[in-house]
C-alpha cells in the first residue's frame, strides 16, 4: 500500500497537467510571459493583476457594459508622467491579425502621483473603447502597455493614425517618441460573449 500511494499522486498529476493541457481556455506561456511589472486594471467586476482569460460569465459586461477601466501602477515615480497603450493584435483574428494592432486606449501625460492611486489624470488621444472581439474569431488578447513618457516630450498622433484605431504601427510611436521599453504590461483574453 506504501508503494500505491506514491503512484496515485502521480497519476492524478500527470492526469490534471493532461486537463490542463487539453482546455482551449487556457494561457499558453508566451501569454502568460507577457505581464510585467505591477500593473492593475480594475473593472467593477473584475481586477486583473496577471495575465489570464476572462470567465465567460462576465465577457457581455466586458464588452457591453463597463466602461474603462481605473489603472494602476503602484511602481509609479511621482515625479514623472507616463504613456498608456491598450491594443490587440489579433484584430480581426488571431489566425488573420490584418487589422493589427487595434487601438483601443491611449492616454499620455498621466501623472505618476496619481497613476499610484489608481487615477489617469492625463490627456486622452483615443478614447476607450472596450474589447468587442467578432463572433468565430477565439481568444483576442487586449494588452495594456505603460512606458516613462520623456521630459519634455509632447507625445500625439499623427493625422492619419487619428483616422483610424486599426492597422496601427505601434512600434513606430514608440519610436517617435523614444519611449524605449514598457515599464509594465499586463494582458487578458476573451472572446466574443455570444461563443
Known amino acids: 500500500m506504501a508503494v500505491l ?3 496515485l499522486v502521480l497519476c ?3 492526469l490534471e497537467f493532461h486537463h490542463v493541457e487539453a482546455t482551449a481556455d487556457t494561457l499558453s506561456c508566451l501569454d502568460s510571459s507577457f505581464c510585467l511589472g505591477e500593473l492593475e486594471v480594475i473593472y467593477p467586476g ?10 465567460k460569465d462576465l465577457r457581455k459586461k466586458l464588452t457591453t457594459l463597463w466602461k474603462a477601466p481605473r489603472i494602476n501602477f503602484s511602481g509609479a515615480d511621482e515625479a514623472k508622467v ?9 484584430a480581426p483574428s488571431r489566425n488573420n491579425p490584418k487589422a493589427a494592432n ?13 497613476l499610484k492611486k489608481g487615477e489617469i489624470e492625463g490627456t486622452t488621444l483615443t478614447e ?11 481568444l483576442h488578447r487586449y494588452q495594456f502597455m505603460l512606458f516613462e513618457q520623456p521630459p519634455d516630450t509632447s507625445v500625439s498622433l499623427a493625422e492619419k493614425e487619428s483616422s483610424s484605431r486599426g492597422k496601427w504601427d505601434l512600434l513606430a510611436f514608440i519610436t517617435r517618441f523614444n519611449l524605449g ?10 472572446k466574443n460573449y455570444e461563443d
Open 128 to 138: 476607450y473603447h472596450p474589447p468587442t472581439p467578432p463572433k468565430k474569431t477565439g
Open 82 to 90: 507616463y504613456v498608456l497603450v491598450m491594443v490587440d493584435p489579433d
Open 12 to 14: 492524478a498529476f500527470v
Open 46 to 55: 473584475l481586477e486583473i493583476d496577471k495575465c489570464l482569460i476572462v470567465q
Open 5 to 7: 500511494a506514491p503512484f
Open 102 to 114: 487595434w487601438r483601443h486606449w491611449l492616454v499620455v501625460d498621466i501623472q505618476g502621483n496619481a
Open 181 to 190: 521599453k514598457p515599464v509594465a504590461t499586463l494582458q487578458f483574453l476573451t
